[in-house]
Nanobody, 125 residues
Framework: QVQLVESGGGSVQAGGSLRLSCVASGYMSSNKYMAWFRQAPGKEREGVASISTRDGTTRYAGSVKGRFTISQDNAKNTVYLQMNSLKPEDTAMYYC??????????????????WGQGTQVTVSS
């Protein structure tokens, strides 16, 4: 069993920055990818970014590419999401997730088995 705990959310003005953190604990030897998802009220959950635990390769949603950066520190069992140039449309609950099923990048919720409780990000115009 893997437990994921997010932190770092908050309220910022458009153009500002935040860094989200996700600390993993428990059995993690089979983790292949870590990812960030987000969900705004009344909308479907959206994949934001993923990172391979093996080689650090990344994949981003087109809406955040060039503004967000996902990274990891395996020694600290932590994955980060650096969020720059934030826009009001980035407002959402952000979730950390872990995938164990295969060595293929994915931004689909159904491919991730473990989830954190979420951290709220609010961007004002």
């Amino acid at each position: 069993q893997v437990q994921l705990v997010e932190s770092g959310g908050g309220s910022v003005q458009a153009g500002g920055s935040l860094r989200l953190s996700c600390v993993a604990s428990g059995y993690m030897s089979s983790n292949k990818y870590m990812a960030w998802f987000r969900q705004a009220p009344g909308k479907e959950r959206e994949g934001v970014a993923s990172i391979s635990t093996r080689d650090g390769t990344t994949r981003y949603a087109g809406s955040v590419k060039g503004r967000f950066t996902i990274s990891q520190d395996n020694a600290k069992n932590t994955v980060y999401l650096q969020m720059n140039s934030l826009k009001p449309e980035d407002t959402a609950m952000y979730y950390c997730a872990a995938r164990t099923t295969s060595w293929v990048h994915s931004l689909l919720s159904r491919d991730f088995a473990y989830w954190g409780q979420g951290t709220q990000v609010t961007v004002s115009s």
